[in-house]
């Protein structure tokens, strides 16, 4: 028979790295060989499952990621930018696939990808649900079918933690958005709005972001012109979703060309 697939988690501790590692330990489909933390964290040295609170999972938290990535098939990493681009030079060494759900990465970050992907698999996604890759494909059509008289505004909200604005799910659904009026979202971006900003400009993607509480992620894309509006929403109720998303990518990502890809992709979208 052959052995499932070993998937790695970075970020152990994080509020995503405990709930990828839940989600891996309790699927049937691959195996936790690996949790990596930073040095001179806590947990390093430690049973992840015990470091939990729960029962041992086997598994020691390392500070060591090219070790562990070595044994493992898969990472499957929601860290922060720097991190990111560390692990996929680590990962591509190890030629095992990188799924990347880290968020707030910069052009000069994602290029920094691309020799990487060279040598392993990369799937990166600012959202890993299916809803939300649906939302997108949607948000993508409504605006090629929609003209200029409807303004495009994204609206998200996420609980009082998240460190970046917008998030990336938004910015995934104003690229759609720009992409399909043929647009290039960094001409047409309104955000920040603050003051006097003047009357909002014809063609513009706003974006408006909300922190506050435990809120895990909403996002509504709103078409609206004179006497009539259309709302899109995605509304995440479960952290969990973003993890099982994750996971599928970890396994699809088997067998695949070196190269980078994305949710739809993997949904074949």
Known sequence: MQELPGIVITGA????????IKTVSESDKVRLVGAVEREGHEWVGRD???????????????DQPLEAFAKAQAVIDFTAPAATIAFAKLAAQARAVHV??????????????????????????????LG???????????????????DIEIIEAHHRHKVDAPSGTALMLGEAAAEGRGVDLKDVTDSGR?????????????FTAIRGGDIIGEH?????????????????????????GALKAAIWGQ???????DMFDVLGL
């Open 13 to 20: 501790s994080g509020r995503m790295g405990q709930m990828l």
């Open 48 to 62: 992840v499952g015990e470091a939990m609170g729960g029962a041992a999972l086997g598994v020691i938290v390392t």
């Open 100 to 129: 990347i759900g880290t968020t707030g990465m910069t052009d000069d970050d994602i290029a920094q990808l691309e020799p990487c992907a060279r040598h392993a698999v990369i799937v990166r996604a600012g959202n890993m649900s």
């Open 220 to 244: 509504d894309v709103m078409f609206a012109c004179d006497g009539e509006q259309i709302i899109l929403r995605h509304k995440a109720t479960d952290r969990s979703l973003f993890a099982k």
């Open 194 to 206: 603050d003051g006097i900003t003047g009357a909002r400009k014809r063609g513009d993607i706003g």
């Open 255 to 261: 067998g695949q060309k070196p190269g980078e890809y």
């Open 132 to 150: 939300v890759n649906l939302l997108t494909k949607l948000t993508q059509q409504v605006a090629a079918a929609l003209d200029e008289d409807f």
